[in-house]
Structures are given as C-alpha cells and as structure tokens.
C-alpha cells in the first residue's frame, strides 16, 4: 500500500538542554515512529532515501542531525562527549507519539545501545543497527577519522569535494552533484567550502571517549530487553565477524542480516535491501525475549 504523504518533509527545530536540533517529519500520521541517528560525521540527509521509502511503507520517519552536525546548534565552548549526545537522543525519542523504533548506524547505533540497555522503561519499542557492535574494529575507525581530518582547509568548489568523497567511497558508481553536496558543505568567508560538522569534535571528549565506552556499551548490551535487527555490510572494515558473533552472545534474541554489496555505509551502499530488511523486521511478531539472563555480560 502506497500511503498520501506530503512531497517535502516538515522541518523543525527541537529544543534540548543547551541548544537546538534540525529535525524532518515524513508521514506525521504515520505508525510505528521510525527515529534516525546518524553516524559520527555525517548529517540527517544520510537517510533520506530510506526514510522517504519507509514513509510511503506507512511508518512515521524522523531524521535530525546531532549537535555540531549539519543544521543542528553547534556546542560555543567547542566541549562535546557521549554523554550529551546520548541526553540528545533521550530527549528525541521521549518528544515522539509513542516509543519508537530507533534506526541507528554507527554512533548512532550506539547511543542506541546505551540507552536501550540502561534507561527504564525502554526509550525505544525495538532497535535497528546498522553496521555497528559494542566492539569494533579500529582500522574502520581510524580510517573515517583520517578522511575527516583530511581536509581542513575546506575545498575550492564542489567538483573538488565530490572528487575527494568519490575516492573515499569507489564502491558508489554515482559522483554527488553540487545539489547532494550543498548540505554537507558550508561556505566560509575566504569562500572556501567546509564539512558541515563543527572541527572541534575532532579534537573534543567525543574521540577520546569512544575507545573507553566499549566496556559500558558491552554490559548495556547484555541487558536490552527490546527486539533487535542488526543489519551489518559484508565489505565492512568496523564490524567483523569476531564483532557481530560477540554482539550475539550478548544479545541472543537479536537478528542479524548481512548485505553482501554494502559496507559501513550500508544505508548508502544498498538503500534498496535496507529499506527492505527494516520493513521486515518492522512488520514481522515480536520475538520473545528471555528476562532472566538480562544483564549477564558474557566473558
């Protein structure tokens, strides 16, 4: 069934402790609410495609980009940590209709983690990662941070950019245009054009945090009592098979589907079999869940 939705999202700004966030609504008569967090880096625009798709499914889609990120309020003392993006989300997901089902991919994914695993009742009736586990493999890591730091300097015009993210990312066949490109770049006044996302989450809590979150994320894990879907790339360089096993010990309830053309950037990568696999699992009974071993780490 193809629902009557408007062509263009509604956007708004949404208040949390110190500042505001760019939110878009598709389908605000929707059900169930799909809630979207974006990676580290990147901005709502990331999922537009899926959430414009799953919106014509019947589902209620809100993308909004983190702070320091693409629209959303910068932090002015530049001092940025998990923490406040995890409050961020909370927040997000207690202003919807109803809990809804979080769609996070890497950090995303993992604020998702931290929070379905240590707030009670559960922010969110399900959850859906998207390539990222408790542990992951730091060469991805690394890899993504060196491609952020790569240009400070911003880029002399949007063929430049569209270039540089064509050889960070070969697997796409398409080159961004100039429209794709205007909302992850901003222009400064020597005209140069700049990622959207504030520098100093480079050098803030955000990077320094990430390694030592793993042992919370593991044992926040252990005690999600939601379902779960976990949608991983084949080609993949933070998430491996030592990573998802280890995430299936600690959740054994959860799904786990690998798309074999994606990467980490699955949702980019293979839109088409996301969207699919989110709408099966959206649609599919719930599985039963096993309280008494809710929050055992495994060795």
């Known amino acids: 069934m193809v629902f009557d939705i ?13 500042l505001s966030l760019a939110v878009e609504t598709r389908h605000p008569a929707g059900d169930p609410t799909l809630l979207f967090a974006h990676g580290f880096g990147q901005t709502r625009g990331a999922w537009s495609g899926a959430a414009a798709a799953l919106a014509e499914t019947g589902c209620r889609c809100v993308t909004f980009d983190t702070r320091g990120h693409g629209e959303s309020d910068r932090v002015v003392s530049g001092d940025y940590h998990m923490d406040q993006f995890a409050d961020d989300l909370l927040r997000m997901a207690a202003a919807q209709p109803q809990p809804p089902i ?18 009670r009742p559960a922010p969110f009736r399900a959850l859906v990662l998207v390539d990222i586990t408790p542990r992951w493999e730091t060469v991805g890591v690394e890899r993504i941070l060196a491609f952020m730091q790569a240009h400070p300097d911003g880029f002399a015009d949007y063929d430049e950019a569209a270039e540089q993210i064509a050889a960070y990312l070969p697997q796409r066949r398409e080159r961004k245009s100039e429209q794709q490109l205007r909302p992850l770049l901003r222009e400064g006044a020597d005209g140069r054009l700049r990622w959207h996302w504030d520098p100093a989450l480079l050098a803030g809590g955000v990077v320094q945090e990430s390694e030592r979150y793993q042992p919370r994320l593991q044992a926040a894990a252990a ?6 879907l976990l949608l991983s790339g084949a080609r993949s360089d933070v998430v491996s098979r030592a990573t998802v096993d280890e995430f299936l010990q600690l959740v054994p309830h959860a799904r786990h589907v690998e798309l074999s053309h994606a990467t980490h950037m699955v949702a980019g990568d293979a839109n088409d079999a996301f969207t699919r696999e989110v709408v099966r699992f959206v649609q599919s009974p719930a599985p039963s869940v096993d309280r008494r071993h809710a929050g055992a780490v495994q060795p």
Do not use: N, Q, T, Y
């Not at 979080?102 to 707030?119: D, H, Q, Y």
């Open 6 to 18: 408007p062509a263009l999202p509604a956007i708004s700004r949404f208040p949390v402790a110190d």
């Open 102 to 119: 979080l769609v996070g991919a890497s950090m995303g994914g993992l604020l998702g983690i931290v929070l379905a695993g240590e707030v």
């Open 223 to 228: 005690k999600i009592d939601v379902p779960v």
